[in-house]
């Protein structure tokens, strides 16, 4: 019996539902890093692989912290997918930051019902390495789809959102706040696997 | 030669509509000046009406019956999309009263046999259960009337073909009204009657018209016939029975035109690219509707599936009446199993794109690519997905400090205090370059371009417009 809960409960820490809270440590679960090495530091080694991860911010900031990720996705064979993107993504920049343009497909939709769903068609078509959407809002019952789809797919799925989303419950593995500091980004962990939120770090990206 | 006929008794209804047990249906012919039912569907059957009723009476025992006007216009066009299906199955294709007939004797060698063609046939038919009336006979006459009279019958040697045809009534043989008081007057009803005479007799008293004919259905003499050329385009229209004004409630239509067009393409060996789709209404302009697929294609199911999301997009501006199908451009398909059905990444990757195109409308997904150009809003630009990049711009270093994020084109910063404003006063941060550029395409351009930062924190990439001294907003640092 003993043996047992052990053996559920070594599941349970292996997926990173399930944490001690004196040691913050990595999943087990795939991640990808983030380029960044303080940051893979505070979110369980990078960013996660089968996963929804939400960053939140006033300006729709924190794209550029997705760049390093975007230029190691490239190497796939499979599509880097935009989902109402807040403004054109300059192809020669994004080529000097080692991003294959060829890769990228933008897919502009009505805010609303149509963008999530071109993204969980994006999540769950198989062809995607990475699929970001820009919501102005969305629901928790969107956000669990999505989340969902990421899961069942083994897709990454990144979801930028207005800082309001913040108050609101949300079933992503990771959640990030984003605000502008110097030529950088600060960002909060509000929620990651396997680890306590709240901790702030400075980030030196730029896009 | 071997013949196998197909009679299409249904077409007269078909032609009006996809859903043509839906409702009590019947369409007239104008006999002796008034008008009178040729034929009905199953539901105007059951409510009594039969073939010859005279239309008003037709109408007093059924008043919701829908009536149209036979239109022969119309089930020709339908028997050439017909044609367009059964060319793959042989190249002599004739026609005779809503009968087609088919040069089969090629074809069995091909398929192996009779029942192996029919049955390929039959997997394959454009619409469902149009092929019940077959017959397979040694000459094209007598195929044609074994369709009507005897479905079924098949028939490989020409000896046999007397006692098939023998109680056959030869009103069926000839529509010449004079041949047949004739025959009736000398006491012959049937084929067999006249066969059973002596043939000197029967020539003098029948004259030379019969004889002829009888001579071909047995395939003593030759039977020549026009023989049917396929179209280059394909086109075709469906007149609805009821109007439709809910743009969704077109696919059910729809799946008749396509599956039409997917027997055209498979006659031919084809598939289409683009599909153009017209929608008719009463008392508006008809609505038109592209509809591209990433591949060459001829399955209909894919092709109806990104037809019912294309209808998503569309706006009627009223009832459609009658829609109509057409394909200027088709292309030889590459005879791979794999082009049919496919599958595997490069395949799932085209539906997947198709799907979002067909929601979104294909400006709504797109990809990018670098262009040789200074200027940022030249160096760029989008492209179809997949487009394999051309020999784009060279990258140099300085295009990893200029910011990720483009507005569409430059945007005319306002001055407040002299200073260049966007949500807030902008403090220049940084010196980013100068470009002089375009000067050989009229589009010179002397910019001076900043980081800058608005009092909330963002970064601005803007330019001074060195000769208007005006300020421009190009993009945004992330």
Not at chain 2, 67 to 90: F, I
Not at chain 2, 333 to 343: K, N, R, V, Y
């Amino acid at each position: 019996m003993k043996a047992e809960a052990q053996a559920g409960l070594g599941e349970l820490l292996r997926q990173g539902v399930l944490w001690r809270g004196s040691s913050p440590g990595q999943t087990q679960t795939a991640v990808v890093s983030s380029g960044f090495t303080a940051l893979d530091e505070q979110i369980g080694g990078g960013w996660p692989e089968g996963a929804l991860t939400e960053i939140l911010s006033r300006q729709g900031l924190g794209f550029s912290l997705l760049l390093p990720l975007l230029a190691h996705l490239s190497r796939r064979q499979q599509w880097l997918a935009w989902v109402n993107p807040p403004h054109v993504p300059y192809a020669p920049a994004l080529e000097a930051r080692r991003i294959d343009t060829a890769r990228v497909l933008l897919v502009r939709a009505r805010q609303g019902e149509q963008g999530l769903w071109a993204a969980e068609q994006a999540l769950r078509s198989g062809n995607c390495a990475l699929v970001m959407l820009w919501a102005e809002r969305i629901s928790v019952a969107r956000i669990r789809r999505l989340q969902l789809a990421a899961e069942e797919a083994g897709c990454m799925a990144v979801l930028f959102l207005p800082l309001q989303h913040r108050q609101q419950a949300s079933v992503a593995a990771l959640r990030l706040q984003i605000t502008p500091a110097g030529n950088g980004l600060q960002a909060q962990v509000l929620k990651r696997r396997a680890g306590w939120g709240g901790r702030s770090l400075y980030i030196p990206c730029c896009g | 030669m071997l013949w196998l006929g197909f009679y299409f008794p249904q077409l007269p209804l078909d032609v009006f509509a996809a859903d043509g047990e839906a409702v009590p249906l019947a369409v007239t012919r104008r006999d002796g000046g008034r008008d009178v039912i040729d034929r009905c569907n199953s539901l105007a059957r059951e409510g009594g009406i039969c073939a010859g009723m005279p239309l008003p009476g037709a109408l007093a025992l059924l008043p919701g019956l829908q009536v149209r006007q036979r239109d022969r216009n119309r089930e020709r066009q339908a028997m050439e999309a017909l044609a367009g299906w059964a060319w793959q199955y042989s190249s002599r294709i004739s026609f005779d009263p809503l009968l087609m007939l088919l040069e089969a004797g090629a074809s069995l060698k091909l398929f192996g046999g009779f029942s192996a063609l029919l049955e390929q046939m039959r997997r394959d038919q454009p619409c469902m259960d149009c092929l019940q009336h077959w017959a397979l006979a040694p000459s094209p006459m007598a195929a044609s009337l074994l369709a009507r009279a005897r479905p079924g019958a098949c028939i490989h040697d020409r000896g046999r073909l007397v006692e098939q045809l023998a109680d056959i009534p030869l009103q069926n043989l000839t529509r010449n009204s004079q041949a047949r008081e004739l025959m009736r007057g000398i006491g012959l009803s049937s084929i067999g009657d006249c066969l059973g005479l002596p043939r000197p007799e029967l020539a003098r008293r029948a004259g030379p018209e019969l004889m002829l004919l009888l001579d071909r259905l047995l395939g003593r003499t030759p039977d020549p016939r026009p023989l049917w050329r396929p179209p280059e385009v394909f086109s075709q229209r469906l007149l609805l029975l009821s109007e439709i004004s809910h743009a969704s409630a077109l696919l059910f239509p729809a799946r008749r035109l396509v599956a039409s067009l997917c027997g055209f393409l498979r006659g031919r060996g084809g598939a289409v690219q683009h599909l153009q789709w017209r929608f008719l209404h009463r008392d508006a302009e008809p609505t038109r509707m592209e509809q591209g697929l990433l591949r060459p294609s001829r399955e209909a199911e894919h092709i109806l599936e990104l037809f019912r999301q294309s209808l998503e997009r569309l706006e009627l501006p009223g009832a459609v009446v009658e829609m109509e199908l057409q394909v200027a451009d088709w292309q030889v398909l590459q005879e791979e199993a794999g082009d049919l059905f496919p599958c595997g990444q490069g395949a799932r990757d085209e539906k997947f794109l198709e799907r979002l195109r067909a929601r979104l409308g294909n400006e709504a997904v797109r990809g990018i690519q670098v262009q040789a150009d200074h200027r940022p809003e030249r160096a760029w630009r989008y492209c179809k997905p997949m487009e394999t990049t051309e020999a784009g711009g060279r990258i140099s270093a300085w295009h990893a400090r200029q910011p990720v994020w483009l507005l569409p084109g430059p945007q005319l910063l306002s001055l407040r205090h002299g200073r260049p404003w966007h949500e807030g006063e902008l403090q220049l941060r940084e010196f980013s370059q100068r470009m002089e550029s375009g000067w050989w395409d009229g589009n010179d351009v002397q910019r001076d371009y900043y980081r800058a930062s608005n009092p909330a924190g963002r970064q601005l990439w803007i330019y001074r417009e060195r000769r208007s001294g005006n300020w421009f907003l190009q993009g945004f640092f992330d």
